[in-house]
């Protein structure tokens, strides 16, 4: 716990600008299959990868299947209270360990003929292993280890074992992001939903909010839209994007709340029958009735600024993951690429929520009930299920509805002959920065970049 006189909010500060090429972003890698392998040789394996929710391994036993790409990853929280993580395959004849999800176990059991390994990955037993002329060498034979560190309640690891510590390649994100207090937030939804496009089209999307006029019609009475300052940080980025403040293009002369707003205020408990300012001073008025409402509901937001609880901080953190910062609640996106499909990704979203001090202790354990936590109308009962579906089969709320929809559109466009690059704006930088990076990482490996050629 910080002391009063070491804590930092999180930096406001502009950065400064990096100068980029202006040229159109080539489409091919997006859609040429081709680019699954160089991406797992020059991205996939040479960065951090977040893993997932440091709740599911709490406990010595715990473990949980991480997917991507073509690789299966198996966390494991052992005996000796370490956190590890192994490639998910047994030393025998390569049978995977574990399917999927997140469980508890003394030991991993091969389902093929019977090898098992403690949680640390050394072997516990093989079946008749007198019959193997060569010997059963417990070091040879162990489950072969992946980097693994932790950061903001959640596991990640590479599959480098040269790259620089976690903290040193997130780089702002953690100093950024401390007075959030990630670690303490509880997990409350945990779905994958598999989409028609590719995962840089996703990453893109979640880059900029010009998208929001087209796609989101309905937000533009809610958050601002164009006031967004953009934060390039080396191959991480940040916008700040107000909320309760709606698009100057739907703020009329006598700056009066629009209907939209006031009934999204109503459904979130502010007192709008007495508000009697208008839109320029509503935000003051929604942060300040938040922090009033700290002695009924518990939540300490004294580490985050009105600012903070008025806006959607938004990082993303090279090479797909997202996070918007909100003062009640985070939502972490992650956008997986499909193994076989360029046309498909998985998005997977996990949502935390800020709980009353000392509620959250340990974080929502997996496969136990002995949590319970009243936040609004959310009630929240150990370890939520994880839920896989496609687009289509069940709405993920209207805002991810509709970048779905736009991003399948977007994705048969990117194949036409007609298209030849991106054309990006100023205010759609951070895709052009995430795009200079991507395509560093892809130039420095031993391949042809068939984009750059
Ligand atoms: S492949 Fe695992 S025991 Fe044979
Ligand atoms: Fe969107």
């Known amino acids: 716990m910080n002391k009063p006189t070491d804590f930092v909010f999180t930096p406001t500060t502009k950065a400064p600008e990096p100068a980029l090429e202006l040229g159109r972003i080539p489409v091919d890698r997006y859609t040429d299959p081709v680019f699954l392998k160089l991406e797992d040789d020059c991205i996939w394996s040479k960065t951090w990868l977040?893993?997932?929710?440091?709740?599911d391994v709490a406990e010595p036993g715990d473990f949980f299947v991480f997917e991507n790409l073509r690789e299966s990853v198996l966390v494991t929280h052992a005996e000796d209270g370490v956190v590890r993580a192994f490639y998910n395959v047994c030393q025998h004849r390569g049978n995977q360990l574990k399917a999927s999800g997140c469980g508890n176990s003394p030991y991993l059991s091969c389902g093929f003929h019977g090898w098992e390994y403690y949680l640390d990955g050394s072997i516990k037993e093989i079946p008749e292993a007198h019959d193997f002329p060569q010997g059963v060498p417990a070091e040879e034979l162990s489950l072969k280890e992946v980097r693994c560190e932790a950061w903001g309640g959640f596991i990640w690891i590479s599959m480098d074992p040269d790259i620089e510590p976690l903290i040193k390649y997130l780089g702002v994100v953690p100093e950024h992001l401390a007075p959030y207090e990630m670690e303490s937030m509880v997990l409350v939804s945990d779905e994958t939903v598999e989409w028609s496009c590719n995962w840089k089209t996703s990453v893109d999307i979640f880059s900029e909010t010009y998208h929001v006029r087209g796609v989101h019609p309905e937000s533009e009475y809610l958050a601002d839209d164009v006031n967004v300052q953009m934060d390039l940080y080396g191959p991480h980025s940040r916008f700040i994007a107000p909320m309760y403040i709606p698009s100057p293009r739907k703020i009329g002369e006598d700056k009066a709340l629009n209907q939209t707003m006031v009934e999204y205020l109503k459904s979130e408990g502010f007192p709008v029958e007495s508000f009697e300012g208008d839109?320029?001073?509503?935000?003051?008025?929604?942060?300040?009735?938040?922090?009033?409402?700290?002695?009924?509901?518990?939540?300490?937001?004294?580490?985050?600024?009105?600012d903070q609880l008025t806006a959607d901080y938004h990082y993303n953190v090279f090479p797909?993951?997202?996070?918007?910062?909100?003062?009640?609640?985070?939502?972490?996106?992650?956008?997986?690429p499909h193994p076989t499909d360029p046309d498909k990704m998985y998005f997977d979203r996990m949502i935390f929520n800020r709980v009353p001090k000392g509620e959250a202790a340990g974080g929502a354990k997996a496969g136990a009930v002995d949590l319970f936590v009243e936040l609004g109308d959310v009630n929240i009962v150990g370890r939520p299920e994880h839920n896989f579906y496609r687009y289509g089969?069940?709405?993920?709320?209207?805002?991810l509805d509709?970048?779905?929809?736009?991003?399948?559109?977007?994705?048969?466009?990117?194949?036409?002959r007609g298209m030849t690059g991106l054309w990006i704006s100023h205010h759609e930088r951070r895709i052009r920065n995430f795009h200079f990076w991507w395509e560093k990482y892809m130039s420095e490996q031993p391949?042809?970049?068939?984009?750059?050629?």
């Open 320 to 336: 797909n993951i997202t996070f918007n910062l909100f003062g009640e609640q985070m939502w972490m996106f992650r956008h997986r």
């Open 447 to 453: 391949l042809m970049l068939k984009s750059a050629e």
């Open 402 to 416: 509709q970048d779905a929809s736009c991003l399948a559109g977007v994705q048969k466009g990117l194949h036409s």
């Open 279 to 306: 839109v320029t001073n509503l935000r003051g008025a929604v942060a300040a009735h938040k922090r009033s409402m700290t002695n009924e509901n518990g939540l300490d937001f004294s580490k985050l600024t009105d």
């Open 393 to 399: 089969e069940q709405s993920s709320g209207l805002l």
């Open 50 to 55: 977040l893993a997932g929710a440091a709740c």
